[in-house]
């Protein structure tokens, strides 16, 4: 039993929230209720930041004060996380007097100890990301990280000495290892970032005023990305070295999103070392939810409501959904055909049935009661085995924060129940007096895996397991349990009446259900021509219309649970994209990784196994199924064009 700090992000209140923040806040709070349950004392802060240009120009817009525009959408968003029954500690606001007034100590002692110091800023300001940028490191001209257009910025402004710290920030990262999770954000921000020299940040702002005063220059506003990460430890009170504070810094895990894992590995442990504090054990960026267009985002119009999708099919269905679908840490494709997938299949089919079909059975065969097992046979003990083995991945995957990966273990679970009902055919079992034991022995093994599945589920679902034990006639909740207790095998008393009621997750009717293209079929081929129909030859003008370029592959992995598929992160034409392709059978992830590869370039983005794929790979295959990638004869470079 230990203690266990979780973030999340501290939102923008610049519009309601969308299905991307819900993601985070909902994996958050998983990984938080699970940590309450194996017994950690557990503190979970998520807020919003409230402060900068962005929201003043928001503001503005809208013709109202900046406070008076952050309230209302504050309430909002403290509404939608009641509505997902986030189980928060604490919600921050940086508008709030506790944490403006410790920003400003925080400022003054960087500031007196010389960490802190004035000169001139000159360069380049994206609003929508708050973030400075060198004309290095701009693309294009744009910013590099949401390719929006960028304000040149000349100001007085105060600095922090970034880059007296970075070689003890280097060595942090390569000593611990679990620091940057995923692996891959690590090399990034090495590579990109670190080795290349970091220079000071400019901590102030004169050119607006919507943010922390400067307590000794009131000319200038704290920056708002320092504001904003204090907030991970001036909710806990700092500087006072509250209970709180001493209970539970550093922070076990900041969970934020891909994009700014940056400032949460670079900027953030810079000012807490300059603090003289430790630095959070971990902080993952996970991946983005996408939908067509590209990353859902507000400013580009491809939102999703979470309070829509709730409304419609139940809360536990949305959090299940995105808690499975996308393995954590990638991107993932947001589409409602998969979501009804996900609920039809898992919920309604498996879970769902496994459910009424153990209380119907219970009801006819034993009157509604829990019968007390004889002795176990070799087909029981294989669904007690797998109830232990579920456990105990479900548990590996949730240190590793495999999310996805712990409900898919407690789904074996699921279906392997499902089967040894089949397998072990109570209503034939029913009919022959003289096998009374043995149908009271699988009864009570259905019953029993029901009880453990409710308990494993208890992180991920907030209304599923509650009424799984309710209807399995059990009193309290599942979450109350003594959790090495509730776990144990024979823990459900036998004689308990059950009460079979509606079936908790109802098929969802589709119209016409579409089933989901294959990737290859959903090449943009163009009309045919009436000379391509009649000879099936096509026109320059319509093979032009493809564009294969060449990739560099930079990283390659296999896609849990397939053989066929590898997940690639490629180079093309400046980006980096994910491709997921079927050649694992033909190359492993680690010969791909530095292969330059021919990709089709505009293929609209299409999902395979719940992953992103934003273009296909070309590959020769021929009848005797041997496959070979289609690379450029000598090396030429990402972004060539293929013709
Ligand atoms: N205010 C800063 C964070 C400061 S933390 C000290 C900020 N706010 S934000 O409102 O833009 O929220 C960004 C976070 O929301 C992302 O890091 C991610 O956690 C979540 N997401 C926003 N859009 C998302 C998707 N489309 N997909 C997944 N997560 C998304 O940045």
């Known amino acids: ?56 120009r928001k503001a503005g817009a809208a013709g109202v004060s900046p406070q008076a525009y952050v309230d209302g959408i504050v309430a909002n968003i403290k509404d939608l996380w009641q509505r997902l029954q986030i189980s928060n500690d604490d919600f921050i606001r940086t508008t ?66 970034v880059s007296k710290y970075a070689d003890r920030l280097i060595k942090h990262i390569e000593e611990n290892p679990e620091f940057i999770q995923p692996v891959s954000r690590k090399n990034e921000m090495v590579n990109n970032f670190l080795k290349p020299g970091l220079e000071d940040l400019c901590v102030s702002r004169t050119t607006f005023d919507w943010g922390i005063k400067v307590p000794f220059d009131s000319k200038h506003v704290v920056y708002v990305w320092l504001d904003a990460l204090s907030n991970y430890i001036t909710a806990l009170g700092y500087p006072e070295k509250t209970d709180l504070y001493c209970k539970y810094w550093p922070a076990d895990l900041h969970l934020v999103g891909k994009e700014i894992v940056r400032f949460h590995t670079i900027t953030w442990p810079i000012i807490l070392m300059a603090l003289g504090l430790p630095l959070p054990k971990r902080v993952f960026g996970h991946g983005w939810l996408v939908l067509d267009g590209g990353k859902m985002s507000k400013s580009k119009g491809n939102v999703i409501d979470p309070v829509l999708l709730i409304d419609k099919y139940g809360l536990d269905a949305i959090r299940y959904y995105l808690l499975r679908e996308i393995p954590f840490g990638s991107d993932g494709y947001y ?124 992180p991920f679902l907030v209304e599923t397991p509650a009424k799984i034990w309710e209807q399995l006639g059990l009193s309290g909740s599942p ?87 590898l997940k690639l992160k490629v180079k093309v034409l400046g980006a980096e994209r994910q491709i997921v392709a079927g050649i694992a059978q033909h190359y492993q992830a680690s010969d791909m990784v530095g292969k330059e590869i021919v990709v089709v370039a505009n293929l609209k983005p299409a999902k395979l196994r719940g992953l992103l794929s934003e273009g296909m790979l070309l590959a020769a295959s021929n009848d005797q199924g041997q496959l070979a990638l289609v690379t450029p004869e000598s090396m030429i470079g990402e972004g060539a064009k293929v013709r």
Request: proline share 5%; hydrophobic share 35%.
């Open 1 to 56: 039993m230990g203690k266990y700090y979780i973030t999340t992000p501290i939102y923008y209140p610049s519009d309601n929230l969308h299905i991307g923040h819900a993601y985070t806040t909902i994996a958050a709070d998983a990984l938080a209720r699970y940590h309450r349950q194996i017994g950690d004392q557990v503190w979970f802060l998520t807020g919003t930041d409230e402060h900068g240009q962005k929201i003043q």
């Open 96 to 161: 709030e007097k506790r944490h403006e007034k410790a920003v400003q100590a925080i400022f003054e002692q960087l500031y007196r100890q010389g960490d802190i110091y004035k000169s001139e800023y000159e360069g380049w300001y994206c609003t929508p990301c708050e973030a400075f940028w060198t004309e290095r490191q701009l693309k294009e001209g744009k910013c590099p990280d949401c390719g929006r257009d960028v304000e040149l910025v000349k100001e007085e402004s105060y600095f922090l000495r």
């Open 335 to 458: 589409t409602e055909d998969a979501l009804i997938l996900r609920i039809n299949t898992d919920l309604a089919n498996d879970l769902g049935n496994l459910l009424h079909r153990t209380l119907s059975m219970i009801e006819k065969f034993n009157q509604g009661v829990v019968p007390s097992p004889g002795t176990y046979q070799d087909l029981d003990q294989q669904v007690i085995k797998q109830s232990q083995e579920s456990l105990i991945e479900l548990k590996a995957a949730m240190e590793k924060l495999e999310i996805n990966t712990a409900l898919a273990a407690i789904f074996k679970l699921v279906s392997r129940a499902n089967k040894y009902i089949d397998e072990a055919a109570p209503w034939a079992l029913a009919k022959n007096p003289d096998l009374q034991e043995r149908l009271h022995t699988v009864l009570y093994t259905m019953s029993e895996t029901l009880r453990l599945v409710a308990v494993y589920l208890v």
């Open 479 to 565: 979450s109350s349990l003594e959790y090495n207790d509730a776990i144990k095998w024979g823990w459900l008393k036998p004689g308990v009446q059950t009460r079979k009621g509606n079936p908790i997750f109802p098929r969802i009717e589709v119209e016409k259900p579409k089933e989901e293209q294959p990737v290859e079929q959903k090449i943009a081929v163009p009309e045919k021509s009436p000379a391509t129909q009649e000879t099936g030859q096509i026109t320059i003008d319509e093979f032009s219309r493809i564009d294969l370029r060449i990739a560099k592959v930079i990283e390659a992995e296999k896609v849990e649970g397939s053989d066929k598929l």
